[in-house]
């Protein structure tokens, strides 16, 4: 009997043997608060690492320059603040113009797509990160949203959906076009 179902399934669709059995009933749906939140918290730590690493790096050439008369520099939380804030907006700008998905999104399994169901161009990822960056708070907006959308996904006609499958969103939804229409529309 499985493998009627395996034979009934069009020829070059995902497999589903790719996505936890757990997930597949998910997979496409727009994510929750929850999971958006957590993979921004992993995003963010990433950032905050790299501009540590930079202020240790620092600290470390000052100590080359003057080892007997060295002492940490005092850390500038003002501009490591905006720092951070550009190092995530570096981040988002790049992970979601080339893979939809940052380090935290690709953890959780999340995938960042604009109203057609495909990648953002870089100057829509662009906008999207500055917007994100800038104003966080509007991520909850997805908490009494009915569609799971955050203020940026409302304003910037964007989805942030669950998609565990590996490698390029562009290539399975072509794809997916090519095959005829899914049972599951793009998200919108």
Aim: charged fraction near 15%; glycine fraction near 12%; aromatic fraction near 12%.
């Amino acid at each position: 009997m499985a493998m009627e179902g395996a034979e009934s399934r069009p020829p070059g669709r995902l497999s589903d043997r790719a996505i936890p059995e757990e997930a597949r009933a998910f997979q496409g749906d727009r994510a929750g608060i929850v999971t958006r939140t957590v993979a921004n918290l992993i995003d963010s730590a990433v950032a905050a690492a790299i501009v540590l690493s930079c202020y240790l790096g620092w600290a470390a050439f000052q100590f080359l320059l003057a080892p007997t008369s060295f002492s940490f520099p005092p850390f500038p939380w003002g501009l490591g603040i905006l720092a951070t804030g550009g190092v995530l907006v570096l981040i988002f700008w790049a992970s979601w113009s080339t893979t939809g998905r940052t380090f935290g999104g690709h953890l959780m399994g999340l995938r960042v797509v604009n109203f057609r169901g495909r990648k953002l161009h870089w100057t829509g990822a662009l906008i999207r990160a500055g917007f994100c960056v800038v104003f966080p708070i509007g991520l909850f907006w997805a908490v009494v949203s009915s569609r799971n959308r955050s203020v940026q996904d409302t304003v910037m006609r964007t989805s942030v959906i669950y998609d565990w499958a590996r490698g390029p969103l562009i290539g399975r939804r072509e794809q997916a076009d090519a095959d005829g229409p899914a049972s599951d529309a793009a998200p919108g």
